[in-house]
C-alpha cells in the first residue's frame, strides 16, 4: 500500500543526527525548559521575523494559550471556518467563548473573507483563520477587517509551517501565530509539540506564564497556569529537522506541482495556487464529485487516500448546541462530501506519483 506519509524514508537522511541531538539532552540530564528549546524559539523567532516564540506541547495549546493571553473568555466570539482540524474549535471553546462559524472559499478551502463581516456581532473579538492544508488564507482582508472593526487575529498554523504570501510568514500577520509539531505535520516532533509566535511582548509573557503554571519566578504563581511545555528531547529533534524544513517544504511542492501536471485533462480538480502565496502542500487535496467511489478503487489499487474533512465543524455532535443546521455553510458542506488528499511528503518518489496519477485518470 503506497501511504500517505512515510516517516521512515525522512528518517533515513537524518537518523545520525537525530540521535545525537537527543544523546547530547540524555547526557545532560536537562529535559524541561533547556537550551535546545532556547535554541529553538530563538531560531523559529528569527525564521518569521518575529521576537518570541515560545515552545508549549501541542498545536491545540498553543492556540488555547494563546486566545488565552489575548484576554479572549467567557461572553467573547471567535469568528473561525467550520472546514479545518477539530482542535481549532476546542481551543476556543476551552477559553468559555463562543465560535462563530463563517464558510470557506472553494478553490483554497479556506475562510471567506468576504462573508465576516456580516457575522460581527458586538460580542466579537478575534478571527481564528486557518491556513489548510499550507495554503495561506488571504490575510490581506482579514487583518482589514480586523483592523477597521477592532479585533485581534490569532492565526492556526499546524498545516503551514514555512507558508508565506509575497515572502511574509504565514503566524506573522496577526497578533499571534499558532504551530503545531505532531509527527505528521510538515515540521514534525517525535510526539506531540507546538509554538506560538508573537511581537507582542505583553501576549509572549501571558504565554510564557500561562506553559508554566502561571508562574513568573519559580514557585510564584500570578495565575493558574497549565503544564504545556515543549520537552527537550522534543526541541533537539526539531533542531535537526528545521534547519532542513525550507528544503522539505520545496520538495513538497515539486511533487504537488508533478501530480496538478499530470492530473490536467482528468475530472478531477487539482488544488489551486493564488499568484503569490507560498502552498506547502501539507495535504495534496483533489476535488471529486465522485470522491467515494474514486478513494475505494484507489484503496484496491494499493494507493492511500484521505477525507479531510468528512464533517465540517458546524454538524459535528458534540458543537449541536450551537444549533447549526445542515445547508448552513453550503461550500464546507460540499467540500466535505468532494475532497480527497492523496499522499504526499518530500521523499516521495515522481514514479509513484505517475502511477498514482494514471490510475486516477483510468478511473475517472
Ligand atoms: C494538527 C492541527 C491542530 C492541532 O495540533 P496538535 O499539535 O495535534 O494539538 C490544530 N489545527 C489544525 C488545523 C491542525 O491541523
Given amino acids: ?59 491545540t495549546d498553543a492556540l488555547h494559550l494563546s486566545l488565552l493571553a489575548a484576554g479572549i473568555g467567557k461572553g467573547d466570539e471567535v469568528i473561525t471556518t467550520p472546514f479545518t482540524f477539530f ?26 473573507p468576504d462573508l465576516i463581516e456580516e457575522r460581527i456581532t458586538g460580542r466579537t473579538r478575534a478571527i481564528l483563520p486557518v491556513h489548510l492544508y499550507g ?47 505532531y509527527p505528521s505535520k510538515n515540521l514534525g516532533a517525535y510526539g506531540d509539540g507546538g509554538m506560538v509566535i508573537t511581537d507582542n511582548e505583553t501576549l ?67 488544488p489551486v495556487e493564488r499568484p503569490g502565496y507560498y502552498h506547502v502542500y501539507h495535504q495534496y487535496t483533489i476535488r471529486s464529485q465522485k470522491r467515494d467511489e474514486l478513494q475505494k478503487t484507489l484503496r484496491q489499487r494499493g494507493i492511500s487516500s484521505v477525507v479531510y474533512y468528512p464533517q465540517p465543524l458546524h454538524l459535528q455532535k458534540a458543537l449541536s448546541f450551537l444549533g447549526y443546521r445542515e445547508g448552513e455553510l453550503p461550500e464546507a458542506e460540499r467540500a466535505s462530501k468532494e475532497v480527497l488528499s492523496l499522499p504526499i511528503y518530500p521523499e516521495l518518489e515522481e514514479s509513484v ?9 483510468e478511473i475517472c
Avoid: W
Fill in 1 to 59: 500500500m503506497i501511504p500517505m506519509v512515510d516517516l521512515k524514508a525522512q528518517l533515513r537522511d537524518i537518523k545520525d543526527e537525530i540521535l545525537s541531538s537527543i544523546e547530547e539532552v540524555v547526557s545532560s540530564t536537562t529535559f524541561i525548559l533547556g537550551p535546545k528549546l532556547k535554541e529553538l524559539e530563538q531560531g523559529i523567532a528569527a525564521f518569521h521575523r518575529m521576537k518570541s516564540a515560545i515552545g508549549v506541547a501541542s498545536g
Fill in 87 to 112: 482542535a481549532t474549535v476546542e481551543a476556543i471553546l476551552y477559553t468559555g467563548a463562543t465560535p462563530v462559524f463563517v464558510d470557506i472559499e472553494p478553490d483554497t478551502f479556506n475562510i471567506n
Fill in 135 to 181: 495554503h495561506p488564507a488571504e490575510m490581506d482582508k482579514i487583518m482589514d477587517i480586523a483592523k477597521r472593526n477592532n479585533l485581534i487575529v490569532i492565526e492556526d498554523c499546524a498545516q503551514a509551517f514555512g507558508a508565506n504570501i509575497n515572502g511574509r510568514p504565514v503566524g506573522s500577520f496577526g497578533i499571534a501565530g499558532a504551530f503545531s509539531f
Fill in 204 to 270: 509572549a509573557e501571558g504565554v510564557r506564564r500561562l506553559r508554566n503554571h502561571g508562574a513568573s519566578a519559580q514557585y510564584m504563581h500570578d495565575i493558574t497556569g497549565f503544564n504545556s511545555r515543549l520537552d527537550e528531547i522534543q526541541a533537539a529533534i526539531l533542531l535537526v529537522k528545521f534547519k532542513r524544513i525550507g528544503q522539505y517544504n520545496e520538495l513538497r511542492r515539486k511533487k504537488a506541482h508533478l501530480y496538478s501536471e499530470l492530473l490536467k485533462g482528468s475530472e478531477v480538480i487539482p
Fill in 353 to 361: 506519483i505517475e502511477r498514482i496519477a494514471k490510475t486516477i485518470l
